[in-house]
């Protein structure tokens, strides 16, 4: 059964980090690239960042960019986001996805709140 399991969130100042994970079972991990996106409350969903399988390649949106960092570790089989000098409009459930075997795949999210 495929899984993916998002951890990490919290409540943090402005200016503050977070590190959030994304646990994956049920698949041959690191053949599929992953993406972190976002949904603020009341609004769409907003892509963040992503990497390819092998983890050489990073992509980010201009939102975010210089302040997150995506990893992967293959062997854990577990996606990362750093999140740093996060702001008040980071406040979002954050979710790790994939396309597997031609299905979107989600976790159930995590809530990041950045507030004073």
């Known amino acids: 059964e495929v899984q993916l399991v998002e951890s990490g969130g919290g409540l943090v100042q402005p200016g503050g980090s977070l590190r959030l994970s994304c646990a994956a079972s049920g698949f041959n991990f690191e053949t599929y690239a992953m993406s972190w996106v976002r949904q603020a409350p009341g609004k769409g969903l907003e892509w963040v960042s992503a990497?390819?399988?092998?983890?050489?390649?990073?992509t980010y949106g201009d939102s975010v960019k210089g302040r997150f960092t995506i990893s992967r570790d293959n062997v854990k089989k577990t996606l990362y986001l750093q999140m740093d000098s996060l702001k008040p409009e980071d406040t979002a459930v954050y979710y790790c996805?994939?396309?597997?075997?031609?299905?979107?795949?989600w976790g159930q999210g995590t809530q990041v709140t950045v507030s004073s």
């Open positions: 996805k994939s396309i597997i075997v031609g299905i979107v795949r």
């Open positions: 990497v390819n399988g092998i983890g050489g390649s990073f």
